[in-house]
């Protein structure tokens, strides 16, 4: 019988190695199958996180070949009989041998605001356009696998937690803040500690996600358009000084009250496996 081989990441936070282990191919096998084949016969103590199976918990982020993917979604196939080489998330601090602490993830999106309907809209049906729909629709498909959050560089080679939110963050704001019904100016919070400006538009966060949304073009660019033209457009800070361009009717950020965010001390963690 055709065998595959992984080499998988063994180990914590005070070291590891790469360790290799060879399983049965079978018919349709994706890299998840073989790391539940290693658990079942050879080694029981290999931890993974995972959920559904089905690439849509996000929950068996990990690293193959160097590249963030599901492992549920990658198939063994695509790698023509070569070694397969298993890993963490390196963006994420290491719990044990694929499992990563991704709690971090939670934390900022708890200091993000949920809706906060507009007065006019409150307790009524909401009556959108179909292109506000599409729009917001597309930033709903996210899955939380953090695999943008893995590939980021201001995240994962400059460990700049302190100073931005991440692309799935942006994802989330973008949700908000560009929803018909939304009332909060949330482009304070974006220029500030959510920290749009970090990113530099490489677009790697959109190559690794899942869910195919485009991240860059459909989120974090139109963000920083929105940022731009309330804080650094001269001509229009002008206009709307005058009177000519109509000030944003929305209420500031710090109108939020904070029990909309203060489970954010509080840290939260994600389904394991």
Not at 64 to 84: S, W
Request: net charge positive; aromatic share 6%; proline share 7%.
């Amino acid at each position: 019988m055709e065998k595959v081989t992984l080499r998988v990441f063994r180990g914590d936070k005070t070291g590891g190695e790469m360790v290799t282990y060879e399983v049965p191919k079978v018919p349709g096998m994706v890299v998840l199958d073989a790391i539940h084949q290693i658990q079942k016969e050879q080694d029981t103590t290999l931890a993974c996180r995972w959920n559904c199976k089905a690439a849509k918990c996000g929950s068996c982020s990990a690293e193959i070949d160097g590249k963030p993917r599901l492992m549920c979604k990658t198939a063994v196939d695509e790698f023509n009989g070569q070694p397969i080489t298993v890993g963490p998330m390196r963006a994420f601090p290491l719990l044990r041998d694929l499992v990563t602490d991704v709690s971090w993830n939670f934390k900022m999106a708890a200091k993000i605001p949920p809706l906060q309907v507009v007065p006019e809209m409150a307790g009524k049906p909401f009556v959108l356009q179909q292109v506000d729909v599409d729009r917001v629709q597309e930033y709903r498909k996210c899955i939380e696998c953090f695999l943008c959050q893995d590939v980021c560089h201001v995240i994962r080679e400059h460990n700049r937690k302190d100073a931005f939110f991440g692309p799935r963050q942006m994802v989330r704001i973008a949700g908000l803040e560009m929803h018909p019904a939304d009332g909060i100016n949330r482009r304070e919070q974006l220029k500030t500690e959510a920290g749009v400006g970090m990113c530099n538009i490489t677009k790697c966060c959109t190559e690794v996600c899942p869910e195919h949304i485009r991240i860059t073009d459909n989120a974090i660019i139109p963000l920083k358009e929105r940022v731009a033209d309330d804080y650094y457009d001269p001509v229009a800070g002008l206009l709307r000084s005058i009177g000519i361009l109509p000030r944003d009717k929305k209420a500031p950020f710090s109108s939020v009250p904070n029990d909309k965010t203060k489970i954010a001390e509080q840290g939260t963690g994600k389904k394991q496996g």
